[in-house]
């Protein structure tokens, strides 16, 4: 089965301030207001920009710098790997002098999201301390066999094709669990479960002050406009072009970014990332032109297909894993399951638009999960084929895709 983008996006367009080479031909939507959008992600101001994210642009680049400590075998802690995660500005965590001095960091936006974890604290930080646990166990469990050869039940090195990788007594890259992990419980959440809430977008005077172009304090947007553009920072705010960011989709981070870039690339969900990008130009212009029933579409479309990269990287992962598990190829397979784990975890963040809810909840990631590390005393040495096969159906059954269209992807 083919990907098929939501149609709905050519049907209505919204008139917006924007450069004269950005512009498409409009077309009247149904309540006979022409709606035009920018071909980039591109909203001007009195001719100054009104596109803001430099707070999602921060803590990708935060977390980039964590990517590289969870494997610096000779310099990294626990201690210094959570204080980067917990970074207070004038902290020297960071090689980037900018990110030092920033105030931002990441665990404050781990499961921090309006909609799930506001009255949700219990949750949130037995979340955060999770993630302080896979930096502490990079350190206990996997940097003791830097130098020896993984068995069952004993940390060290597998091969995985040219690479080597470095895995715990259960078999699990701890760095990946992170890594994976922050794709859903950051840029995720943030992104699906906030700003394109309308409990954010909508909160307190935004929405008469967006008819009114009442703008922030000090600033060339309205307080509504931002909050979408920093939906849209977690996604491409690391972009080297960001108002035109597809021509290096994949490159720019190793997070949802990267991923976006592995899915679009699978013929079967070709479109995803053009769908995606047009669904933020095109919210973002409903915004401006204070249309917004127009505008909460865009952002379910967003919330949708956002949620299914998560859920397709996971039964992808399963899947090589499987194969791999299948040849006894256990370095390709334990880098895989290690990543799948982490694509599970964040099954947590993802939104369905008819319930408002997770496709799955902590409850059942937690049974995932375990089904996944519990088959024996030794993790993911002691796992069958079988047990993957019914994971990736487990959750594949929740989506419009099928496990063999997740399992070509790259």
């Not at 006979?32 to 591109?42: H, S």
């Not at 920009?49 to 400590?69: D, K, P």
């Not at 166990?137 to 004993?154: L, N, T």
């Not at 959440?189 to 002050?209: F, W």
Request: hydrophobic fraction near 35%; glycine fraction near 8%.
């Amino acid at each position: 089965m083919k990907y098929l983008p939501n149609l709905f996006l050519a049907a209505t367009l919204l008139f917006v301030s924007c450069s004269d080479d950005d512009n498409t031909d409009p077309i009247p939507d149904n309540g006979g207001v022409d709606i035009e959008a920018p071909l980039t992600y591109n909203f001007e101001r009195n001719g100054e920009t009104t596109v803001s994210f430099s707070g999602q642009t921060t803590r990708i680049r935060m977390g980039e710098e964590v990517v590289g400590a969870l494997l610096d075998f000779d310099n990294s802690t626990s201690e210094s790997l959570i204080a980067q995660y917990n970074h207070q500005e004038g902290e020297a965590n960071f090689e980037d002098e900018t990110l030092n001095a920033s105030n931002k960091n990441l665990s404050s936006k781990t499961a921090a999201s309006r909609d799930y974890f506001v009255t949700n604290t219990a949750e949130s930080a037995v979340i955060r301390t999770d993630f302080e646990t896979y930096m502490e166990k990079q350190i206990s469990d996997v940097f003791p066999g830097e130098f020896q050869a993984a068995e069952p039940g004993i940390a060290g090195q597998l091969a995985d094709g040219s690479s080597t990788r470095w895995v715990a007594p259960d078999g699990l890259e701890y760095n990946q669990l992170w890594i994976k992990g922050m794709i859903g419980a950051l840029m995720a959440d943030q992104m699906l479960n906030n700003y394109l809430s309308p409990a954010v977008l909508d909160e307190a005077d935004n929405v008469t002050n967006n008819d009114n172009e009442v703008l922030a304090e000090g600033k060339n947007y309205t307080t509504m406009e931002h909050k979408w553009d920093e939906a849209y920072g977690y996604l491409f705010g690391n972009s080297p072009s960001a108002s035109n960011p597809l021509a290096t989709l994949g490159d720019d981070d190793s997070f949802l970014n990267k991923y976006l870039g592995r899915v679009e690339n699978d013929p079967d969900f070709a479109g995803i990332a053009q769908e995606i990008f047009d669904a933020f130009k095109l919210g973002r212009a409903a915004i401006v032109g204070k249309n917004y029933q127009l505008r909460d579409e865009q952002a379910a479309i967003i919330q949708e297909r956002v949620s299914e990269i998560i859920a397709i990287r996971a039964v992808y992962y399963l899947e090589q894993g499987r194969m791999a598990l299948e040849q006894e190829n256990y370095g390709t397979s334990f880098h895989d399951l290690s990543e799948g784990y982490g694509f599970i975890y964040s099954l947590r963040f993802t939104r369905n638009t008819v319930t408002g809810a997770p496709y799955f909840n902590r409850t059942e990631v937690d049974a995932m999960l375990s089904q996944l590390m519990e088959q024996g005393t030794n993790g993911l040495w002691d796992l069958t084929p079988a047990v993957l096969s019914d994971l990736a159906e487990t959750i594949a059954a929740k989506f419009s895709f099928t496990v063999a269209q997740a399992a070509d992807s790259n």
